[in-house]
């Protein structure tokens, strides 16, 4: 029984080993394939919607909701703020079939994790073993978090689904329900550094795809890489910032730059300099790129985290995986 015990033990530490030996690949061709696609934002956004409907009051799971892959499925992918990412899912659906040990939940936090490193941001902290959810009815209904739609998603704009009055109000309902401080609050902010808007998808701004309504920083000639390299990926859309494929500070930068009517600044973007609480750290990140990227890492990290049930129960790094190989 003893020999058995020990056979049994030594072939699940060879499937484990196999298993982080995939996750290490996979996050090198990702890698790869973001930086020649230049489809970092979009890879950011598909884990944040996977992640961003947690509700820490619900204590069941995948009914709590969070980074567990639900919105690969029917309906969570075609809610009104999911709009356009099933391109993102696509991007991911090769690797998933190259990798099947790599869980979608992990694929798709792991695509958005590369994308921040690609794009020059920091080197956020990464968990792996996350458990997805079986099938679509694991998916959270659309008022399920006090909201009027699209299971507790941020709006851009009001009238706010959760019926708050102002831009700080609604930042504060949505995500204090999941777990954040301000610091938090004003740190994931930060990360619209990355990306744009367009017409065809969320309609807050009336640039669509391609060159022809692109705005001044979003056509296709545009430098926009943080290494100044050609290429955005598709243009079209209107962006917070002027290098909207970099990752740094520069969104932080408002109050010193001044109105551009090329670019994007919401109600919850103006939030986080005239809310009291909000503004020392819009202020704090603005004085130093090093002080906001060492809280958005914290705060991907936790983000990234919301709601998964890991297997192992600690879940695993790949620098864990990497001393193992």
């Not at 890489?225 to 598709?234: E, F, Y």
């Not at 300099?273 to 909000?278: E, L």
Request: glycine share 10%.
């Amino acid at each position: 029984q003893v020999s058995r015990g020990l056979v049994g033990k030594a072939r699940g530490l060879a499937v484990m080993a196999t298993a982080m030996e995939a996750y290490v690949a996979c996050r090198q061709d990702l890698l790869s394939f973001i930086d020649r696609e230049n489809c970092m934002p979009i890879m950011v956004r598909l884990a944040w919607h996977d992640s961003g409907n947690y509700d820490k009051r619900i204590t069941t799971w995948p009914e709590c909701g969070g980074a567990n892959g639900s919105i690969v499925h029917k309906p969570e992918i075609d809610f009104g703020a999911n709009a356009g990412l099933i391109k993102a899912l696509n991007y991911l659906r090769p690797f998933k079939a190259k990798y099947p040990v790599v869980t979608w939940a992990d694929l798709i936090q792991m695509a958005s994790a590369c994308a921040i490193e690609v794009a020059g941001g920091p080197k956020v902290p990464m968990r792996y073993g996350r458990v997805d959810v079986k099938d679509g009815s694991a998916c959270p209904a659309p008022t399920s978090r006090g909201t009027a739609d699209n299971a507790g998603l941020p709006d851009a704009l009001p009238p706010f689904g959760c019926g708050a009055p102002d831009a700080a109000t609604h930042l504060r309902n949505i995500f204090y329900r999941m777990g954040f401080n301000d610091e938090g609050i004003v740190a994931l902010s930060g990360a619209h550094t990355l990306g744009r808007a367009f017409k065809d998808r969320s309609g807050t701004v009336e640039n669509g795809y391609g060159d022809a309504t692109a705005s001044k920083y979003t056509k296709s000639t545009c430098p926009v890489r943080m290494d100044g390299a050609p290429g955005v990926g598709m243009s079209g859309g209107k962006a917070w910032t002027k290098n909207w494929l970099t990752f740094d500070n520069s969104y932080f930068q408002f109050l010193k730059n001044g109105p551009d009517p090329d670019l994007i600044w919401f109600p919850t973007d103006e939030a986080l300099h005239k809310d009291a609480q909000f503004k020392v750290y819009f202020e704090k990140f603005a004085d130093s790129k090093e002080a906001f990227f060492e809280a958005y890492a914290r705060a991907h990290k936790q983000l990234s985290e919301l709601g998964s049930q890991f297997v192992p129960a600690q879940g695993f790094t790949l620098d864990q995986a990497a001393s193992k190989l």
